[in-house]
């Protein structure tokens, strides 16, 4: 199992009354809710946390891409991990990840994670989401029902920058370069672990089994409800006749908080809890899906957008509806090792994404969590598939020797060898 | 009026043709049209008409090769040629009068007359054309319509939006419809048109709704001062769906390029 540990960054001021007063957390933001100052200790504290998650037996840390967002502070996460790359060790830097179709060219993305799994020493898996529509369309401007086939094609250029070793010219129809030659190229060969963040289209599952890329559900409704969707997943594997169901294929992000006990798991966490899931995910409907950004056949199987409200309008979700309905899984170490067992088995599913820091939760109690889930849950759970324990096509595959951040000598032991050169 | 299908370069086309005198193009807006628009019964009275669809319009083919303006026109372009028309007088709603403006910027000898009924294609930054895409259904009518209780029984009328199938279909139409739409009109829907609208030649007629609260009457002004001679009739009480809420009123002004 791999069990990434990751941070959506959210804004943890939102006031008590957001969702009354604003009518969305996405796209058109009131921007006087963001405080530049406030967020100087927001962002530190959230990459310290990410830091923290990598000393206390995570597999992986995550950071991922949204636009003018309340519950995500964090447009570019490779700045993040950049950051990242230099504090932590051992743990991989899971981005998942930068919405290909968003840059100009894309080979900026090519050249980005070439960066980042340099200086992390190949620690790099790499994702490659379509976007949501909010952030794809409505912040960043694409046109919806071209969306898919630029994603492809700046799919494909980046593949194509990173496995070719000379200058190429690339004729698409959204990027035209005379040379492409990337410089520098990641560590990793052919290229870093791929990951791809869906949402139920059959053509992502098609493009994943495909390519060997792993399909990431990343919901927020936790495993009750992903049922259906993961099994259309594994079902196309199946009928797509792919090798193996290795379940390093798939992964699914799931809501976390651990204590002690199961009262004691609500009385600490229950506040941050309901924060995230009554405020931070009040989207306009609007903005959920605009027409022609899924396709049709994707329409067609129902798969509707997480973000569109329940149709008899937002009601106040309690504790007890997350729990039992599996959108979080919280407790003693016992009662959610238990849980995250019937996840992992009924979904099939080798990676997790952890999210641990929930809405406006605090850092100790982020980090108490954190580390009664690295210690008392996730050995427990480590070895669930040990017929697929060396399927290592998922996963980043770091160089042996590395070095860490802050090796220089002493301005002394500079000063020396700068004279025995002159002497 | 008759559905019937013409086959060009890129697609089949659906069409709906009925009514008797000089040939007339009618090209709808993002919205769609229908069989039983009122507009195209009025316009029948007078002219031939003949209204195709944008692929994936209606029951129509999609076009997926069909991505941005000068596709869409040279399109537009060789539906007029398949339908074995010379020079009709062209006529586009928003949408259907961006692509209208452009059919007739491109090739100024082709198109000699003219109407553009609200047409989108301009962007002021003070007068920002409204965004459609992001609007529910139930904000629809105040946006198209000068008389927002009308409008609501016009659109509204026979929606089941509480039915899963039926929101299945309609989320499926709005996907293939908008879908294309957004090729030519998102995020903003302007394609470089004030750029080439000094090419016109044609009589052109502009029509606006005094109440038109997705393309503000500010902008007949502005595709009056791009386009040369352009005559303007302002049509007081009326919308953005100014020739469904005055039918008569719309097909009048339209009578004055005959």
């Known amino acids: 199992m791999k069990f990434t540990w990751f941070n959506l960054m959210p804004w943890p001021y939102l006031p008590d009354d957001f969702r009354e007063k604003n009518r969305s957390v996405w796209v058109d933001i ?394 | 009026m008759q559905l019937k299908t013409i086959k060009t370069h890129r697609a089949p086309v659906r069409y709906f043709e009925g009514g008797k005198g000089q040939p007339l193009v009618f090209l709808h807006g993002a919205g769609g049209i229908a069989a039983d628009d009122p507009f195209l019964a009025k316009l029948a009275e007078s002219f031939h008409v003949y209204a195709p669809l944008v692929p994936g319009y209606v029951d129509s083919e999609e076009c997926h090769e069909i991505r941005d303006m000068l596709d869409f026109t040279l399109h537009t372009l060789d539906v007029v040629d398949a339908l074995g028309l010379k020079d009709p007088i062209l006529v586009g709603h928003s949408m259907g009068g961006m692509i209208a403006a452009e059919m007739a910027a491109v090739c100024p000898n082709e198109v000699s007359r003219m109407a553009l009924i609200a047409p989108s294609g301009l962007w002021l930054d003070d007068h920002p054309v409204a965004d459609i895409f992001t609007k529910l259904p139930y904000e629809m009518p105040a946006l198209l319509f000068h008389d927002e209780e009308a409008g609501k029984a016009r659109l509204t009328t026979g929606l089941a939006l509480d039915d899963p199938k039926f929101l299945q279909n309609f989320l499926v139409t709005n996907a293939r419809q908008l879908g294309m739409a957004g090729r030519l009109l998102f995020p903003i829907p302007e394609r470089g048109l004030s750029e080439r609208l000094y090419r016109v030649k044609a009589k052109t007629i502009l029509v606006w709704g005094d109440s038109d609260r997705v393309v503000s009457p500010v902008y007949a002004h502005e595709f009056k001062r791009l386009i040369k001679g352009a005559q303007l009739v302002s049509i007081p009480e009326a919308g953005h769906l100014v020739q469904l809420e005055k039918p008569r009123e719309t097909a009048a002004a339209i009578q004055r390029l005959v």
């Open chain 1, 30 to 423: 009131d921007q006087a809710l963001f405080d530049p100052e406030k967020s100087h200790e927001v962002y530190n504290t959230y990459m310290d946390l990410l830091e923290y998650a990598g000393t206390v037996g995570f597999d992986g840390i995550g950071v991922n891409e949204h636009h003018q967002n309340g519950y995500g502070i964090m447009p570019s996460p490779n700045i993040i991990s950049a950051g990242l790359a230099r504090r932590t060790k051992d743990v991989a830097l899971v981005v998942l990840g930068n919405s290909i179709a968003l840059y100009n060219p894309p080979v900026r993305v090519a050249e980005e994670f070439a960066m980042l799994d340099c200086i992390s020493g190949g620690r790099l898996v790499a994702g490659f989401p379509v976007g949501t529509s909010m952030d794809t369309n409505y912040c960043y401007g694409q046109i919806p029902s071209l969306t898919r086939e630029k994603y492809q094609e700046a799919h494909d250029l980046i593949i194509k920058a990173w496995t070719t070793r000379e200058p190429f010219a690339f004729n698409g129809r959204y990027t035209k370069l005379r040379y492409v030659n990337l410089w520098p190229r990641p560590i990793q060969q052919p290229h870093p672990p791929i990951h791809i963040p869906g949402g139920g289209s059959v053509e992502t599952y098609d493009f994943c089994i495909d390519n060997t890329y792993s399909y990431s559900y990343l919901s927020f409704s936790g495993y009750i409800r992903a049922q259906a969707l993961m099994k259309g997943y594994w079902d196309r594997v199946a009928e797509r006749g792919a090798p193996d169901t290795s379940p390093y294929r798939a992964g699914f992000a799931q809501t976390i908080c651990v204590a002690e006990s199961d009262e004691e798991a609500e009385r600490l966490y229950s506040e941050h809890i309901l924060y995230f899931y009554n405020r931070c995910l009040h989207v306009y409907a609007g903005f959920a899906d605009a027409p022609g950004y899924r396709t049709i056949k994707t329409i067609q199987t129902g798969a509707l957008s997480q973000y569109a409200p329940p149709r008899a309008g937002y009601s106040k979700l309690t504790w007890k509806d997350l729990i039992d309905g599996g959108h979080v899984i919280a407790g003693s170490p016992e009662t959610v090792r238990q849980r995250m067992e019937d996840l992992i088995r009924s979904l099939h599913v080798g990676n997790i994404f952890c999210l641990m820091h929930v809405g406006n939760m605090p850092k100790e109690k982020c980090m108490y969590s954190t580390k009664l889930f690295g210690e008392k849950v996730l050995p427990k759970l480590r070895n669930m598939f040990p017929e697929f324990a060396d399927d290592g096509r998922f996963w980043c595959k770091p160089m042996k020797q590395r070095v860490a951040a802050g090796r220089l000598p002493s301005d002394r032991d500079a000063a020396e060898a700068v004279s025995r050169v002159t002497a």
